[in-house]
């Protein structure tokens, strides 16, 4: 007999989601059924209601969106060892294809062959989710559910926070959307001297002073230089964090870098950008792309959790999933951090 559960569905390839009964996945060979008790909304998820154009790119509709979520084991599949019915799991939402070169050197974030949760494959906005044993993640039980419910989020902003030294050194951070304010966390935490961030958008910057930032810069209304020199920068920011995907903000990075300075580039763009060439090569920057998480970022986060870090500041809503329209309300709002949705 088929087993239905509720699910939040991209019903068509027009704006808009839709709460439908859909039936429960069932676990194949190598596959783990997760019970979810919570989801938070990532600006992928955003996207994908607005219908916008990567989304029309990449999704085919009706299926079931969403990729940050917690749960526990709820039926194993033939064949996976190692894991037992209960456990408190998430997982990791990119599906690799296990033999291509980057997937054989440990560089999974990198396969070209990647099928992501939520957008290519039925996602966990649902009771129920299905996911290959290689991606499910083991959650210790002191850590909270609110938090972990967007670790896929924090995965993000560790793994564009921690990919240079940021012992005592000078952060920029440009775009305080969610991930760009957890990785002020991140990045005090991981002992950074200063953390400046950057954004046009009030209630977010005032997100970041909360999880600690030394300077939150409201771009359009204080000049950059002025916020250096009271902070005590001499030279430069010593490592930026692109999370914006907006132009102008990677050109007025580049241009307070000091010379050999680095920079994590993380936010997409809309479309192409210009870069100044000169500037880069005249100061010697180094430019690093992030895409999703290394497998490492999971035990990294967690251990920054349970070592004192608090993302907490970060959740501004939480509502049932009966009550996802609001929450997708809350982020088109702009006023908003993570909204956490409970399945329970």
């Excluded at 044993?133 to 083991?138: A, F």
């Excluded at 559910?145 to 560790?158: C, H, Q, R």
């Excluded at 241009?255 to 300075?261: A, E």
Aim: with cysteine.
């Amino acid at each position: 007999m088929q087993n239905w559960m509720d699910a939040i569905v991209k019903p068509a390839a027009a704006p808009g989601l839709e709460l439908r009964k859909v039936p429960v996945p069932e676990p194949g060979p190598g596959e783990v059924l997760i019970r979810v008790h919570k989801t938070a909304i990532c600006g992928t998820d955003v996207h994908i209601y607005d219908w916008n154009e990567w989304s029309a790119q990449h999704v085919k509709p009706p299926m079931v969106i969403g990729h940050e979520y917690v749960g526990e084991i709820a039926e194993l599949g033939a064949g996976v060892t190692g894991l037992r019915l209960g456990q408190r799991v998430s997982g990791e939402g990119h599906i690799t294809c296990g033999h291509c070169r980057n997937c054989h050197n440990g560089n999974i974030q990198w396969c070209k062959n990647t099928s992501s949760v939520g957008v290519d494959r039925d996602g966990a906005f649902a009771e129920y989710v299905c996911i290959p044993q290689s991606n499910v993640i083991l959650i210790d039980e002191n850590l909270p559910e609110d938090v972990v419910s967007f670790f896929d989020a924090v995965g993000n902003a560790t793994h564009t926070a921690l990919m240079f030294d940021l012992v005592g050194e000078d952060v920029l951070i440009t775009g305080a959307g969610p991930i760009g304010v957890i990785a002020v966390g991140i990045c005090k935490y991981a002992g950074a001297r200063r953390v400046v961030i950057t954004d046009v958008n009030e209630y977010r910057l005032d997100l970041a002073r909360k999880m600690g930032a030394d300077a939150a810069v409201n771009i359009a209304k204080e000049d950059i230089h002025e916020v250096m020199h009271k902070q005590g920068l001499t030279e430069g920011f010593d490592v930026g964090l692109e999370m914006s995907g907006n132009g102008g903000a990677f050109a007025q990075m580049v241009g307070v870098m000091r010379n050999g300075g680095k920079i994590s580039l993380l936010g997409l763009g809309n479309g192409p950008i210009t870069v100044d060439m000169n500037d880069i090569i005249g100061k010697g920057l180094t430019l690093q792309g992030i895409y999703g998480r290394k497998m490492d970022n999971w035990h990294k986060m967690s251990y920054m959790v349970q070592g004192g870090l608090d993302l907490t500041p970060v959740i501004t809503h939480r509502f049932h999933y009966t009550d996802f329209e609001q929450g997708f309300a809350a982020m088109h709002s702009g006023r908003s951090g993570k909204v956490v949705l409970n399945w329970m």
